[in-house]
C-alpha cells in the first residue's frame, strides 16, 4: 500500500536524501506512481491532518510522548478509528548482578558509559535506569564518575530536545534523596552526560525519577536483590530490559527475568540495550508508553504485520483466489493446509 | 492469562451453565486458581469499570455499536490504554451476479431466507444487504417475498433488541424511494421477517439505508453491475462479503472481489455467512465498524494474537530460555530459525 512520510524538521536534508533513494528503488521495482510520498513542515499540525485523513489506514511515528499520545487521540477519534505505532518512551532498565561485578568493575562501566552516551544519548534504548547491588560495585561507579567527569559533551539533534535533556537532568539533580555522581560541563545545544544515585526506596517514592532523560543521564538505584526484583512491576513498560549477571544468577533469580519480561519487549543479558538488529528475531517495541501497541515490532521482519488484515476466502475456485492461496503454490510460500505447515 | 467474563443480563441461566463449565475444565487441568471469574449485572457501569482496571490489559466484546465504542473511549483513555476487540455491526453485503439467478431464482431465495431468518436474524453474519442487478432476479424476489409473508416470527434476545429491530425497520421503510416486498407480522417480543428494495442510486444518498437492522431484515438494492461495483468502496467495514454466480462471473469480475475484499474479513462464495467455523483458516473480523480492530479475529487458531505480545530474548544462555526457545525443543513446536522454518 503507499505510505507518506513526514519529513522530521530538525533533518531536512537527510530526509530528502533517504526519500530519494526510495523513490529511485520504488522506480526501479516498478512500483505503482504516488506509492510513496515525503511531505515537509508544519510539525504537530501537518502530523494530526494526515492521521486524520480518511484515506490512512495506520500510523508509524517515533518522538515524544505528548506527540504520539496527540496522534493516538486523533486515530481514536476519527470517524473510523484506525491503529497507531508510537514510539514514546523507554528508560532501558539495566540490573546489574553481583557475579557482573565480579568478572570486573572497570570494564563493566566502560561499556556501560558507550552504551550511555552513543548518539549523545539519544536512542530510544538508551540505558536510563540502573539497579545496582547495595553495597557493591564501588569500583563500577568510580569508572563511571572518571568517565562522565572527563566525557566531551555532543551536540544534540535540536534545541528543544538539547533544553528538555537539561532541564530533566536538574530537575533530578533537585530532588530530595538524590545524589549526583558526575556530570560534564556543556556549551548551548550540547548535551553534557551525567549519572546520579538514588536509593530503591527513594526511587519509588518521586514518580519524577522513573521518567526519562531523553540524553545521555542515567539513574542509578540502590537497592537489595529483593528489592530490586519488586521494583520491577512499578516500572512503566520499556523498549528493552538488560540483566548483567553470570548464567547461574539468572538461574537463581528466574523471578526476576519474568518481572522483566512483563515490562519490555526485548529482554537482554551481558550485553547493551543500544544496538537494533533487522532480523527475524527482532523485537523493537514494548509494553505502553514504550509504544502505544505492544503486540507489534517497528524493527525486524515481524513487523509487515502492522500493516496487514487477515481475510478468509470461503467457497472460492482456486483459479479466482489471490496466488498466495492457490493450490499451485506458484510464490512458493510456506502455508497451513488443515493445520498442517507445508 | 487470567480471564473475566461478563455475564449478559438476557441469559444468565446459560451463563452460569458456560461459566461452571469453563471451571470445572480449570479444575481438571489444574489451572491456577482465579484463571477464570464470572460477573453479573450491572450492564454498561460494570462493563466500563472492569475495563480501566489497571490489571485488565486487553478486551473481547460483542454488542452494539454504542456499547462498543464506550469500551474503546474507555481503554483508550486509561493511563496505559489497552486493545479493544469489539465486534459492533456488519450488514453482510451479498452480491448476486446473473448466473446464480440462472441456475435456480426458487432455491437460491429459499437458501438466502434460511440465512436471513437464523436465529431471528440475530447473527453478526446476518445478510443484511442484497446487491441484485436491474431488471433480473424477479422470481427470487417473489419466492422470497412468499416466504416471508408466510414467516413464523421469532421470539428476540430480550425486548430492547426487539424494540430496536422493530425501529429500524419502521425507520426503513418510510424512507423516501424504498418499496417494501414483505413483512411478516409479530407479536410483542418478535422479530418479523421484512424485506425491502431499493435503486442503487437512492441507497447511496440515505445513509440510513447503509446501517444494520440487528433481526430478521434486509434491503435489496437494485444497479447495474458496474453500479454495484462502484458502490462497494462506499459500505462501512464488515464481517463477510458473499458473491454468488459462476466461476467464469468471478474472473471476470476479479475488481469487484477486489472491492470486497478491502472492505469485509471474510469473502464466502455460493454460501451464505451466516455459519462460522472454529478452525485456522476462519476469521471473523472485519474493518471497522464490523470490529474495532480488523487486524483479528475472534473466531479461529489464530484469535490467540489478541491476547499475546512478542518478546525477543538476547544472549541468554540455552538452559534460562523459556521453553519453547531451548535448542532441544522440548515441547515440539515448529520454530523459526535464522529464516528458517524447523
Chains 1, 2 share one sequence.
Not at 566502560?110 to 534504548?125: D, K, N, P, R, W
Amino acid at each position: 500500500c503507499p505510505v507518506v512520510v513526514i519529513a522530521h524538521e530538525s533533518h531536512p536534508g537527510t530526509a530528502e536524501l533517504v526519500g530519494g533513494a526510495v523513490m529511485r528503488a520504488a522506480l526501479t521495482t516498478n512500483m505503482p506512481e504516488g506509492v510513496f510520498s515525503l511531505l515537509y513542515g508544519g510539525g504537530r499540525t501537518v502530523g494530526i491532518s494526515v492521521v486524520q485523513h480518511p484515506v490512512i489506514q495506520a500510523v508509524g511515528f517515533t518522538g515524544s510522548r505528548s506527540g504520539g499520545t496527540a496522534l493516538m487521540a486523533a486515530a481514536a477519534n476519527r470517524e473510523q478509528p484506525i491503529p497507531v505505532y508510537a514510539e514514546m518512551s523507554s528508560v532501558n532498565p539495566v540490573v546489574i548482578l553481583p557475579g557482573a561485578l565480579e568478572r570486573g568493575e572497570t570494564a563493566l562501566a566502560e561499556a556501560f558509559f558507550g552504551s550511555l552516551t552513543l548518539g549523545v544519548g539519544q536512542f530510544c534504548t538508551n540505558p536510563g535506569l540502573l539497579f545496582l547491588p547495595e553495597g557493591k560495585g564501588f569500583g563500577f561507579i568510580e569508572r563511571l564518575r572518571e568517565l562522565v567527569t572527563a566525557a566531551t559533551p555532543g551536540t544534540m539533534l535540536n534545541a528543544g530536545i538539547c533544553q528538555a535533556y537539561a532541564d530533566t537532568v536538574e530537575a533530578v539533580a533537585s530532588t530530595e534523596g538524590v545524589q549526583t555522581i558526575a556530570r560534564a560541563t556543556a556549551a548551548a545545544g550540547q548535551g553534557a552526560p551525567a549519572v546520579f544515585s538514588v536509593s530503591l526506596r527513594r526511587f519509588l517514592e518521586a514518580d519524577l525519577l522513573r521518567g526519562e532523560m531523553f540524553g545521555p543521564g542515567t539513574l542509578i538505584v540502590r537497592g537489595s536483590l529483593e528489592e530490586i526484583e519488586a521494583a520491577i512491576p512499578e516500572l512503566e513498560g520499556q523498549l528493552t530490559a538488560t540483566v548483567h549477571g553470570t548464567a547461574e544468577e539468572l538461574a537463581a533469580h528466574a523471578s526476576l527475568v519474568t518481572a522483566l519480561e512483563s515490562r519490555a519487549g526485548r529482554l537482554i543479558f551481558n550485553s547493551f540495550p543500544t544496538g537494533v538488529e533487522v532480523c527475524h528475531s527482532m523485537v523493537h517495541g514494548g509494553p505502553f508508553p514504550a509504544t502505544s501497541d505492544g503486540r507489534s515490532t517497528s524493527v525486524g521482519t515481524m513487523a509487515i504485520h502492522r500493516f496487514t488484515r487477515a481475510v478468509a476466502w470461503q467457497g472460492f475456485p482456486d483459479a479466482c483466489l489471490p496466488a498466495e492461496l492457490q493450490e499451485g503454490n506458484s510464490l512458493g510460500i510456506r502455508r497451513l493446509v488443515d493445520g498442517e505447515f507445508v
